[in-house]
T-cell receptor
Framework: GDSVTQMEGPVTLSEEAFLTINCTYTATGYPSLFWYVQYPGEGLQLLLK?????DKGSNKGFEATYRKETTSFHLEKGSVQVSDSAVYFCALSDPSANAGKSTFGDGTTLTVKP | DAMVIQNPRYQVTQFGKPVTLSCSQT?????MYWYQQKSSQAPKLLFH???????NEADTPDNFQSRRPNTSFCFLDIRSPGLGDAAMYLCATSRELAGTQETQYFGPGTRLLVL
């Protein structure tokens, strides 16, 4: 079945540091890939997505590139801010699998210190 | 301009006392989902509705039921909450099923405490 493996956290960085959160996946078909962010006490929000190989999703300074050859969708940001502290979830939707279901990684907690 | 609204944000119930959580959406989406999330773990899908078509996950306990009386509203009923049901419950919507390229839109969640 489909699965998503995320870099284990927690991750603690200083403000303006470079961020990478690794995400790899297994899927039977050609999935769409997503990064969701969850701020403390809130629901998940879409951060960015990519729907086919080599697509780059970007939003709020975050980027991730859909790499089919390495089955990866790593999240990066060049300079993090304290306000980026949150839990980040990598997810996929596979149209050849159970069409009603997304598969989420376990989440990576990011703390950015001033 | 909240698009997916969950009420209440916090719910306290007693062990074994039925509780209902509600979700409404202004997006007119076809699909509504209920997830259970514990301690910043991955959200676990309980069930979803495509319009009026109900789809239960195989490992969702019978204690959890859902109703969708119309497009805008969906309810999660926990018939006899146990201590292990304490969690954040997330409602989400999407225009079409999540197995396509569709983005899911999440509500803020209801945190359930079972005493």
């Amino acid at each position: 079945g489909d699965s998503v493996t995320q870099m284990e956290g927690p991750v603690t960085l200083s403000e303006e540091a470079f961020l990478t959160i690794n995400c790899t996946y297994t899927a039977t078909g050609y999935p769409s890939l997503f990064w969701y962010v969850q701020y403390p006490g809130e629901g998940l929000q879409l951060l960015l997505k990519a729907t086919k190989a080599d697509d780059k999703g970007s939003n709020k300074g975050f980027e991730a590139t859909y790499r089919k050859e390495t089955t990866s969708f790593h999240l990066e940001k060049g300079s993090v801010q304290v306000s980026d502290s949150a839990v980040y979830f990598c997810a996929l939707s596979d149209p050849s699998a159970n069409a009603g279901k997304s598969t989420f990684g376990d989440g990576t907690t990011l703390t950015v210190k001033p | 301009d909240a698009m997916v609204i969950q009420n209440p944000r916090y719910q306290v119930t007693q062990f074994g006392k039925p509780v209902t959580l509600s979700c409404s959406q202004t997006l007119n989406h076809n699909v509504m989902y209920w997830y259970q999330q514990k301690s910043s773990q991955a959200p676990k899908l309980l069930f979803h509705y495509y319009d009026k078509d109900f789809n239960n996950e195989a490992d969702t306990p019978d204690n959890f039921q859902s109703r969708r009386p119309n497009t805008s509203f969906c309810f999660l009923d926990i018939r006899s909450p146990g201590l292990g049901d304490a969690a954040m419950y997330l409602c989400a919507t999407s225009r079409e099923l999540a197995g396509t390229q569709e983005t899911q839109y999440f509500g803020p969640g209801t945190r359930l405490l079972v005493l």
